[in-house]
C-alpha cells in the first residue's frame, strides 16, 4: 500500500509539465523567437546564387508542381483538422497547447530567405490563426452582361445592338440563308455603319461570284459595296464586280483614275495613250483624248522653256522666273501660262494661245478671261485694248468684251490699273447704276460727272462737287457745267 501511494507520489512528482513562470527562459514564446533567429542567421550564411536550383519538399516531389500542391492542400487541411481534434481532447487540462502553424512553405525557401511570414505577427495572432480562410462572397454580373455575349441572337437583333453599338460576333452566321437575312435587316435598319460592317463580313467569308450574284439585287447593299471599294482602294475587287455587273464605263473611269498614282510624267503619258481605247462614253473619249493631247504639249513647252530659261535668252524669263513646272497642270492654267510667256507667239507653234484655244477648243469667254488677267498682271495695257477692239466689214473698231465690261473693270482694279485705264472701260459699261457704282467706288471722276451732266441731274452734281478737292479740274468741270 504504501508502495503505490510512494509511486503515485513519484509520479506527479516526475511529470514534464512544469509550472508556469514569469521568468521561465525555456518556455513556448521563448522557444519560438530562438527560431526564428535561428532561420534569420541561416538565412544570412547561404548565398542566394542558386536561384535556378529546383525547390524539393520532404515528399520529394518539386515545389509548385501539380502533385505538390494536390499533397500540401490535402496535408494542411487534414493537419488543421488533427489540430481542432486535439485540442478538444486536451480541454479538460489546465494547459491549452498553442494551435500548431501549418506551413506550406518549403525547406529551401527558408533557407533562400523567400515568402517570410510577416516579422509583426503578434502571439494573439498566432493563437488565432487557423489553416481556414474565409472569402467574400462574390458579386454576381446582371444577367444582361452575360447575354451581350451570347450566340443565340437572331439576326434582327444583331442588327439592332449594332445600331447601339455593342459588340457582337457574326460569326455564328454561317449559312449563305442567314448572312442574307442579316443583311436584309442591316439594310431595313437604315444605317450605312452596319451595312458596311455586314458587308465586310460577308466579303470575307463569301465567294466573289456569290456576293456578286447576290448584291445584284440588292442595290443598296451594292452601292455602299462599290463606295467601300473606292474609298478603300481595293482597285482589282471593285473591277471584278463592275465588269460582272457589265458597267463598261465604269470600268473604263475606274482604270482611268489609275494615272493619278502614275508619277512619271513620260509613263503617265503612255498610260493615257492606252486609255483612249477604253469603253467610255463618245463625250468621256474626247476628255481622255484632250488630257493626252494636253500632257503631250506641256511636255514639249516645258523642255523648250526649261532650255530658255537656263540658257538667259528669254528676256520675259529672266524678268518674271517661273515658279513651278507646267506639267500635269490644268488647261486652264496651261492657257494662263502661255498668255503670259508666249502671248505674241504665232498660231503655228505647240505654246500659242491661239493655237491651245483652236485645238481644244476653248470658250471664248474663257479665254478672254485668261488672257486679260495675263495681260494684266504684266500691265501691258495696249494687249488689254487689244483683245477688246474689234472691226466691222466697213473698217470701224469697237470695243466689244463677251463677259461684260463690269468683270474686265474689276480685274484691270485687281490689277492696279491706272485710273485712265479704268476710266476708259467703266464709261463703257451700258448700266448707268452699275455705271455710277463702279466709277463712285474707284474714284472715275470724270465718268461720275459726265454720267451725272447725260442724265441732267443738277442736284447730284451739285452734291458730289463737295467730294472733289478744293481747286482741282473736277471741280472746274463740274462748275463748267452748272454754268451751262
Known amino acids: 500500500m504504501s508502495r503505490a501511494r510512494a509511486d503515485e507520489e513519484e509520479y506527479w512528482h516526475s511529470s514534464k509539465f512544469r ?13 519560438l523567437k530562438e527560431s526564428k533567429r535561428a532561420v534569420n542567421s541561416l538565412r544570412d550564411i547561404v548565398d542566394d546564387d542558386d536561384d535556378d536550383l529546383e525547390r524539393v519538399s520532404w515528399s520529394g516531389e518539386p515545389v509548385g508542381s501539380i502533385s505538390w500542391s494536390i499533397k500540401e492542400t490535402a496535408s494542411s487541411s487534414t493537419s488543421s483538422l488533427e489540430g481542432r481534434d486535439s485540442s478538444l481532447q486536451k480541454g479538460s487540462s489546465s494547459y491549452a497547447a498553442f494551435p500548431k502553424q501549418v506551413s506550406s512553405y518549403s525547406l529551401s525557401s527558408l533557407f533562400k530567405g523567400r515568402n517570410k511570414l510577416p516579422s509583426c505577427q503578434s502571439l494573439s495572432d498566432a493563437l488565432s490563426d487557423t489553416g481556414v480562410k474565409n472569402y467574400a462572397p462574390e458579386l454576381r454580373r446582371p444577367k444582361a452582361e452575360y ?15 449594332m445600331q447601339r453599338g455593342k459588340a457582337c460576333s457574326l460569326e455564328r452566321f454561317r449559312s449563305l440563308q442567314d448572312k442574307l437575312v442579316l443583311l436584309d435587316e442591316a439594310v431595313a435598319g437604315h444605317d450605312g455603319n452596319v451595312i458596311t460592317a455586314v458587308l465586310i463580313f460577308l466579303k470575307r467569308t463569301l465567294r466573289r461570284e456569290i456576293l456578286f450574284r447576290e448584291l445584284e439585287v440588292r442595290q443598296v447593299a451594292l452601292c455602299h459595296l462599290i463606295h467601300f471599294l473606292k474609298e478603300t482602294g481595293e482597285q482589282k475587287l471593285l473591277l471584278d464586280l463592275l465588269r460582272f455587273l457589265d458597267r463598261t464605263e465604269e470600268v473604263a473611269l475606274s482604270q482611268y483614275r489609275e494615272h493619278l498614282n502614275i508619277q512619271d510624267v513620260e509613263k503617265r503619258r503612255e498610260f493615257l495613250k492606252s486609255c483612249i481605247g477604253l469603253p467610255f462614253s463618245a463625250e468621256d473619249t474626247s476628255h481622255i483624248q484632250d488630257h493626252y493631247t494636253l500632257l503631250e504639249r506641256q511636255i514639249i513647252i516645258e523642255a523648250n522653256d526649261r532650255h530658255l530659261e537656263t540658257a538667259g535668252q528669254s528676256e520675259i524669263f529672266r524678268k518674271y522666273p517661273r515658279k513651278a513646272s507646267i506639267l500635269n497642270m490644268p488647261l486652264v492654267t496651261t492657257l494662263f501660262y502661255s498668255c503670259f510667256y508666249h502671248y505674241t507667239e504665232a498660231e503655228g507653234t505647240f505654246s500659242s494661245p491661239t493655237n491651245l484655244k483652236k485645238t481644244f477648243k476653248i470658250p471664248d469667254k474663257q479665254y478672254v478671261l485668261t488672257a486679260l488677267a495675263a495681260r494684266a498682271k504684266l500691265r501691258a495695257w495696249d494687249d488689254v485694248d487689244a483683245l477688246f477692239t474689234t472691226k466691222n466689214w466697213l473698217g470701224y473698231t469697237k470695243k466689244k468684251a463677251p463677259i461684260g465690261f463690269h468683270r474686265v473693270v474689276e480685274i484691270l482694279q485687281r490689277n492696279n490699273a491706272p485710273v485712265q485705264v479704268l476710266q476708259e472701260y467703266v464709261r463703257l459699261v451700258e448700266d448707268v447704276e452699275t455705271r455710277l457704282n463702279l466709277a463712285t467706288k474707284y474714284k472715275c471722276h470724270d465718268v461720275v460727272i459726265e454720267t451725272y451732266r447725260d442724265l441732267k441731274d443738277r442736284i447730284q452734281l451739285t452734291a458730289y462737287k463737295c467730294k472733289v478737292e478744293r481747286g482741282s479740274a473736277e471741280e472746274e468741270k463740274i462748275n463748267s457745267i452748272l454754268n451751262n
Do not use: I
Not at 509550472?19 to 522557444?31: G, I, N, P, V, W
Not at 450566340?151 to 439592332?160: N, Q, Y
Open 19 to 31: 509550472a508556469f513562470t514569469f521568468d521561465d527562459e525555456d518556455d513556448e514564446l521563448s522557444q
Open 147 to 161: 447575354k451581350d455575349y451570347s450566340s443565340d441572337w437572331s439576326p434582327k437583333d444583331t442588327v439592332r445592338r
